[in-house]
C-alpha cells in the first residue's frame, strides 16, 4: 500500500478535528489571562480549595491551571479566577 493511499484511508478514519481552542484569538486571550491569574495565585494567601469557592468552581480546574492545561478552562471561567483573586488583591 502507498503512502498517499495509507495517508487518505487515515484521514477517512480519523477526520481533521474542528476545535474552538484552535482560535488563535481566543487562545491568546485565554494564555494572557492565565498568566495573570496564575501570577494573582501566587501572591495571595488563599489555598486553592478556598479560591475555588469564592470563584464558583471545582477545585480541579484551578489544578488544571496551575499545570498549565489552558484547554481545560474557558475564558468566563479565568475571569471569573482573575475577579475573584483581584478582590483579595491589597
Known sequence: MSTARATA?????????????????????????MRITTRLIAVSDLGSREIARRAGLPVQKISDLLAGRLEHLGVEELHALRRTLELEAP
Open 9 to 33: 484511508t487515515a484521514e477517512q478514519l480519523d477526520p481533521p478535528r474542528s476545535s474552538p481552542d484552535l482560535d488563535v484569538r481566543e487562545l491568546e486571550k485565554r494564555t494572557r489571562l
